[in-house]
């Protein structure tokens, strides 16, 4: 299965934000609320959490700056 990291809108008047940093490689393994990818919108940092457990696809780079709702990337869950 798998689950899209999305940025969320923080505030009414937000529309994009800049990604600064990832926490994890294209490729890790990563767990359910560890700290993922770190955006930075209308001069406040935020750090987004693993919404799930699974193998992480980076699809937003380092300096993007990309709108509300766009996909980051996506978490290739186990399969059973």
């Known amino acids: 299965?798998?689950?899209?990291?999305r940025l969320p809108q923080f505030g009414m008047g937000?529309?994009?934000a800049e990604v600064m940093?990832?926490?994890a490689a294209d490729g890790d393994r990563v767990?359910?609320?560890?700290?993922?990818?770190e955006v930075e919108a209308e001069k406040a940092r935020e750090?987004?959490?693993?919404?799930?457990?699974g193998t992480l696809r980076i699809t937003a780079q380092p300096?993007?700056?990309?709108?509300?709702?766009?996909?980051?990337g996506v978490i290739v869950g186990?399969?059973?």
Not at 1 to 5: A, F, I, Q
């Open 78 to 80: 186990d399969t059973p």
């Open 47 to 53: 750090v987004l959490a693993a919404p799930a457990s």
């Open 14 to 16: 937000m529309s994009e």
């Open 63 to 72: 300096g993007d700056v990309v709108e509300v709702r766009t996909v980051l």
């Open 31 to 37: 767990e359910e609320g560890t700290d993922l990818v």
């Open 1 to 5: 299965m798998e689950t899209e990291v």
């Open 21 to 23: 940093q990832w926490y």
